[in-house]
């Protein structure tokens, strides 16, 4: 967005899956009493059936509407003259994903990714099943209450923020989307993952980081949409890797291993790895953990200004995790002239960390964000500094509830590489690594996947999302993202409700 | 690191193949004969590698397998899928879950600690020591890279009453009794089995890991066997009422425990004429009412107590509180009045995992105590079949006391490690200074007051 040219969102183009067949909520099966009369494939409007020679067969079961479809006239089960379909859960569903990433969730953003629109098929794509934060917050339309109708059309509704709003000479450096791309390194992913992410966020036109990996050569086209991370272990952090991006981001801590360095396992570091990382080949890397020249918000105040000064307009953003004085730091971070202050909370993250400080260490971010927003509002400065929030935002509904919590924006992780077909099996440490070729750095499993295929996923999805903020916004009666920073008042939590006013999960 | 830290570990393979959470199914009929079948594709070699284990009649492709989905989704027939394996979902119970299970079995096996990628997928907060969260530190305060040994954290712990001040004579020589103190490097003891099979076999490797761990077993006196002898310096012997131990056995022990009864003063002071450097603890169940015992007993003179809670880590009671609640009760109490220094407090009872050791000691514990454990680092799927005296699935009474104690060893190394994490990331250098910091954790009941207003509202809720 340097030029001055309206932005133009990018189209959704289909990008199916790799494997020969999505994973699917429902499973379609045709038994041999079948007379191939092709009825099926021409009565479902979601395309499920491909003609066959035998049979008719189902390369697309993931489109399929599950049993509810009964209610319909097209339903195929009934439509056929021979009672040989039956549609019902698909088995191997009940073992994909977890409490925070549910198979619905899983399934709807590999929707996202492939079409660019939003999910149709019963899948719940705006809640997980964590009995807690986002999943047992809810958006609260004004629209009933107070007779307002919403206004306008959908594409009339801006999700522009500003990532330099304190008022200095540097850029304002507006993204036409509240989010941004977070930090996988060089090593953690593989290059095309790396370079999918990157290319999504160019096109988007808003930014993605590096990591703390170093930066490789491959990304230089896309240097506009890059934030360069200075983490603890400072590898390959270079003068001009400084100066070439229009961002850079100090990592003090990840949500994914609070008070914890990095950890890239020594089979990771292949010789290109290593050269990258100024390391040696085969051999583990700790990143050490805390920066031991940051004991004191004034140590922090040192390094803020050294990348000032090695790049006069560049912003600086600070990453922090969610320890219980999580305010102080943000003033900290503000008066030692940071535009971003980046909170990632605890259970977010994709790098390997120990499962006890996954769980246990730090708050998570829904608790983290308000008392940050509430705190810099008090001492007068909330609107100095732009607040981002990351660690377990999931989807377009997360994302607009916890900006309705006082962020600004978000970052994303984890959603990308679901986009990318993640399985979210845990196991990226694993042998050669990801067994889907997203995180590994193994030749023949990188080459799973190319870069056009990744690129377009991540774009197709963050399309949805936006349709998604879009409705959300319009249907709150706002105009404008920025409107909805701090909003509590268009959340319920339904713990804290009464049964009956409780409406359903989904629309 | 100095070598009282550091516990070396070696891999102590399962006799058992592992309950896992999910199985592969895959049908032989239809299959297409593919030149290059999806089995053969495997990242993780599992379909080269499978074998059938021959006493439990169990493919080794359910616990090898990752659930990458890979061969699921490139089988042209569709004929490989998953599911869930009903005996996985029904191992242990509400509170020892299926996945704590996993998790202990996996450090005792490898010694090391759970990693995983790709965030957190578990509940947002729970009941019991799922309902808080510990604290860390960024620039505002420097933490401790415990972890690797490149900083020191100490996680010792001394057992025993503590003086709060000395008092001198005329000529200066010191006149205060100084009560005796038992350090252990890990602030852990090993506490009674809450069942188990015949257990003599169990108890000789709980001894043995203990010793080699520098910790201590609780053995009830009914027990003891002179075989375990060797042990004596690493059992916290305990003594039933009306029991006759030989005073050559005292002479050798280094600490006691005496359940609490009414006239435990003077019981205690009977052993210190015994043996006066003996460590002497009150086992006490956890209730209610523990805390003003608790505060009798230290003004009487007692060293150590010993709460135990039920192994839900429920005390005893009608509306019972769990152990970290109640301790947080007991300890701000002591503090109030200035007591809570001169005694120890080891407190136990649904200790499952190594964040309940940090999280417990956070709320007033000294130490803590670990019971089941130490059975499922032997492998016991706590199906609780013994108490019925019905055999034993795994065979735990027949295991040999070396492999459990390699098994126990590992899983405790792996519980050490964890602790330094946490305590690293706050940046604390001492688990001593752990004790009762709860300004350093934030609780669910206090963080969620952010969202119960968001609730008081009569409006229409959509997703």
Request: some cysteine; overall charge positive; charged content about 25%.
């Amino acid at each position: 967005m340097r030029g001055r040219r309206k932005f133009l969102f990018p189209e959704a183009k289909p990008a199916s899956s790799r494997f020969r067949y999505a994973l699917n909520k429902y499973r379609v099966k045709i038994d041999n009493g079948c007379t191939n009369c092709g009825i099926c494939v021409e009565v479902c409007p979601y395309r499920v059936y491909a003609k066959g020679s035998k049979k008719p067969r189902t390369p697309s079961e993931h489109l399929c509407v599950g049993p509810g479809c009964e209610k319909n006239a097209f339903f195929c089960v009934r439509r056929c003259p021979v009672n040989a379909i039956t549609v019902q859960l698909n088995p191997s569903f009940e073992i994909l994903g977890d409490k925070r990433w549910t198979g619905d969730l899983l399934a709807s953003t590999w929707y996202m990714a492939e079409t660019g629109k939003v999910p149709y098929q019963n899948l719940n794509y705006k809640t997980g099943d964590s009995g807690g934060g986002f999943d047992k917050l809810r958006l609260l339309y004004a629209a009933d209450g107070n007779g307002k109708k919403p206004k306008g059309s959908p594409k009339d509704i801006s999700l522009a923020i500003i990532l330099n709003r304190s008022g200095d000479k540097r850029p304002k450096v507006m993204i036409p989307v509240p989010f941004y791309l977070g930090g996988m390194s060089f090593g953690s992913v593989s290059i095309n993952a790396m370079l999918s992410r990157v290319r999504a966020a160019a096109a988007l036109g808003t930014f993605c980081s590096t990591g703390e990996g170093g930066y490789p050569d491959e990304l230089m086209p896309y240097d506009d949409h890059v934030i360069t991370q200075v983490a603890t272990g400072l590898f390959g952090v270079r003068e001009d890797t400084i100066q070439r991006v229009r961002i850079v981001e100090f990592k003090y801590a990840q949500g994914a291993k609070p008070g914890l360095g990095g950890h890239l396992l020594g089979d990771k570091v292949t010789p290109a790895v290593a050269k990258m990382r100024e390391a040696v080949t085969g051999s583990a890397l700790f990143s050490p953990f805390p920066f031991h020249s940051v004991y004191s918000v004034e140590d922090h105040k040192k390094h803020v200004d050294w990348i000032k000064a090695i790049n006069s307009n560049a912003l600086v953003s600070v990453k922090v995790s969610t320890p219980t004085d999580v305010d102080m730091v943000a003033v900290g971070s503000y008066f030692a002239g940071a535009h971003i202050i980046h909170l990632d909370g605890s259970y977010g993250g994709t790098g390997a960390a120990p499962d006890i400080a996954k769980k246990n260490i730090a708050m998570p971010v829904e608790y983290a964000v308000p008392k940050v927003h509430k705190f810099l509002e008090g001492e007068g400065i909330r609107k100095g500094i732009t607040v981002i929030a990351s660690g377990g935002v999931r989807n377009a509904y997360d994302a607009a509830k916890i900006i309705a919590l006082g962020a600004d924006g978000v970052c994303l992780g984890t959603t990308d590489l679901v986009a990318l077909e993640c399985i979210r099996c845990h196991h990226c440490e694993s042998g050669r690594g990801c067994a889907r070729g997203i995180a590994t750095t193994d030749d023949e499993l990188t080459n799973l996947m190319n870069l056009e295929w990744g690129t377009q996923r991540i774009v197709n999805m963050y399309l949805a999302w936006s349709e998604q903020l879009r409705t959300i916004l319009r249907r709150l009666g706002m105009k404008s993202i920025t409107e909805l920073t701090g909003r509590t008042d268009a959340l319920v939590h339904i713990d804290y409700m009464k049964g009956i006013e409780i409406k359903s999960e989904l629309d | 690191m100095p070598p009282k830290y550091h516990t070396t570990t070696t891999p102590v393979p399962n006799r058992f193949p592992l309950v896992t959470r999910s199985g592969v199914i895959a049908w032989e009929e239809g299959c297409l004969k593919c030149a290059r079948c999806v089995k053969k594709d495997c990242v993780y070699l599992v379909y080269q590698k499978r074998n059938l284990d021959s006493r439990q009649m169990l493919d080794s492709l359910d616990s090898a397998c990752m659930d990458c989905f890979r061969c699921v989704q490139n089988c042209p027939a569709r004929l490989i899928q998953k599911g869930v394996n009903p005996v996985y979902r029904s191992i242990g119970d509400h509170y020892w879950t299926p996945e704590i299970l996993s998790s202990l079995w996996f450090q005792a096996e490898t010694g090391k600690i759970p990693v995983s990628g790709a965030g957190y997928g578990g509940p947002f907060a729970g009941p019991g020591f799922d309902a808080m969260w510990t604290d860390m530190s960024e620039i505002v305060r420097p933490t401790r890279d415990g972890i690797h040994g490149r900083e020191y954290i100490s996680t010792s712990v001394d057992l025993g009453r503590k003086l709060m001040a000395l008092e001198f004579g005329a000529n200066g020589s010191v006149v205060s009794g100084v009560p005796p103190l038992v350090e252990i490097p890990t602030p852990l003891i090993f506490d009674l089995l809450p069942f188990s099979p015949p257990k003599e076999r169990i108890l000789n490797g709980l001894l043995r890991a203990a010793s080699g761990l520098e910790t201590f077993t609780v053995v009830r006196e009914s027990d003891w066997s002179p075989s375990y002898e060797e042990y004596v310096r690493h059992t916290v012997f305990l003594l039933d009422r009306g029991g006759a131990v030989a005073k050559e056995l005292i002479d050798k022990l280094r600490m006691v425990e005496i359940p609490d009864e009414a006239d435990v003063m003077k019981w205690q002071a009977a052993l210190k004429r015994v043996k006066p450097e003996l460590v002497i603890a009150i086992r006490m169940p956890l209730s209610p009412v523990s805390g003003s015992r608790i505060e009798e007993l230290t003004k009487a003179g007692i060293e150590v107590v010993h709460l135990v809670a039920n192994q839900f880590g429920m005390e005893e009671a009608k509306e019972p509180l769990f152990v970290k609640d109640r301790l947080k009760e007991i300890h701000l109490s002591l503090v109030d009045r200035g007591l809570r220094d001169q005694i120890t407090i080891i407190a136990g009872g649904g200790i499952a995992m190594a964040e309940h050791m940090a999280k417990l000691i956070i709320c007033g514990a000294d130490a803590v105590s670990c019971d089941i454990p130490l059975l499922v680092a032997m492998e016991c799927r706590v199906c609780r079949r013994c108490a019925q005296g019905i055999s034993c699935p795994v065979e735990l009474d027949q295991v040999d006391p070396a492999w459990a104690r390699g098994r126990i060893t590992n899983l405790i190394s792996g519980w050490h490690n964890q602790l330094l994490e946490i305590m690293g990331a706050m940046g604390m250098r001492e688990v001593r200074r752990l004790r009762g910091e709860m300004g350093r954790a934030m609780f669910f009941e206090d963080l969620e007051k952010e969202f119960s207003a968001l609730g008081r509202r009569q409006k229409r809720i959509e997703g």
